[in-house]
Structures are given as C-alpha cells and as structure tokens.
C-alpha cells in the first residue's frame, strides 16, 4: 500500500506570494492533520480535517488555510508568504478522526526569500 | 494533553538496549503515551502506544510505571538505523476525538559503532 505522499516536496518562493501544498493520504484513510517544523518551534499542529470539514486548527494566522477533498487528498495554502514561513511542512493520514496511528508523509520543504 | 518531559540527548552503543525516558507526571487517567521517531529529514514515524499495561511490537516495548507518571522506550538492539529524534506524546485517543499530536523536543538519540 503506497504511503502519504507530498507535493511538490521542495519549494522556493519569495516574500509576499502565495503557495499551495498538496498531500495524498494513505488509501482508505479519512483524516489528515498538516505541521508545521522549524528549527526554532519544532514540530506545531496547524489543522485537521476529517470528512471534508475542518476539525481542529492550531494557533496560527489567517494566511494559513486548507481543505480537503471528498477522496480525502489535502491541500494547505499560505498567503502572502513571509520569512518566517521556510519550513518543512508535514502532512500526516489516520483512519479515522482522532486515529490511533498517524502516518506522515516525507513534507514539503518550503524556503521563502 | 499532558506535557511531557524527556533528556535533549543520548548515546547507545549499537547492538545494545536504548532505554529512553520519558516523564508525565499530569498525565490523565484517559490519556495515552505515544512514541513518534523522526529520522534526518524525513516525516515522523509511528513506533508504539499504551495506556498502562507494558506493550510491545516488533519494533519496541514501551513500559509504563504503575502510578503512569512515567514511561520508558526500549529499542532492545540498537543499530545505526535507529538514530533519530524520539518524541513521546501523550493524548486521549477515542473515536472521534482530534488527531492531534503536541510534540516536544524530544530525545537524540545517536547510535555509535
């Protein structure tokens, strides 16, 4: 069975523009979380979505968004791109809301300039 | 969910025992630990989960203390392989309930020949 997949997984962007990232969960699996990983903060919940709906949002601002799919694939976007946003953005597939096992996929790298 | 506290860093010497700890000292009674690892550049990686009685799969066994304030990670065998980040988490896992993982730092742990 293929694993969570990531797209593009590595990105160079500057100040100011926009980027979406995309993510394939594992067949069959219904949840999908994003994190954000930097140096400094380590690994940070951004959103869950279960069932097309967003069911968990961690703390960040309004320029991080996302969405899912009925065939469960997951897209996040970041608007009006700052410094601070070059990270390795990790995407992560369950079974089920809440599921015990949670699958990551390899991220996308993100350097904004 | 709980905080959890674990050393920044250890050594093993391969082919031995990794015993890495981990403290929950305000874990609830419905919460459970989790073991993620986070191999150099790649997405995090499921290793194993309880709640209080010890558990083991073919990768580790987790053993968790009898009052639950604290737990450690066995890697019976270490090998080069098993270098990596180690992040123990704890969540209340329930159907329907968030997927979300709060990572800490984590343990390095560096396996040397």
């Known amino acids: 069975k293929a694993g969570v997949t990531q797209t593009p997984r590595y990105l160079i962007k500057t100040r100011g523009q926009q980027v979406t990232l995309s993510c394939s969960p594992i067949s069959g699996h219904r949840s999908v979380s994003w994190y954000q990983q930097t140096p400094g903060q380590g690994l940070q919940f951004l959103f869950e979505y279960f069932s097309e709906t967003q069911r968990n949002k961690g703390n960040f601002p309004g320029r991080f968004s996302g969405r899912q799919f009925s065939n469960s694939r997951s897209e996040m976007n970041v608007s009006t791109l700052e410094l601070g946003d070059s990270a390795l953005y990790l995407c992560?597939?369950?079974?089920?809301?809440?599921?015990?096992?949670?699958?990551f996929g390899p991220g996308t790298r993100l350097t904004v300039l | 969910d709980a905080k959890t506290t674990q050393p920044p860093s250890m050594d093993c010497a391969e082919g031995r025992a990794a015993n890495l700890p981990c403290n929950h000292s305000t874990i609830s009674g419905n919460e459970y630990v989790y073991w993620y690892r986070q191999i150099h550049s790649q997405g995090p990686q499921y290793i194993i989960h309880g709640l209080k009685n010890n558990e083991t799969n073919e990768m580790a066994s987790l053993i968790i203390t009898e009052d639950r304030k604290s737990s450690t990670l066995i890697l019976p065998h270490a090998t080069l392989r098993d270098t990596a980040v180690y992040y123990c988490i704890v969540r209340v896992w329930a159907a329907g309930n968030t997927g979300k993982l709060i990572f800490g730092q984590g343990t390095t742990l560096q396996v040397k020949p």
């Open positions: 992560a597939s369950s079974l089920g809301q809440g599921g015990s096992e949670q699958f």
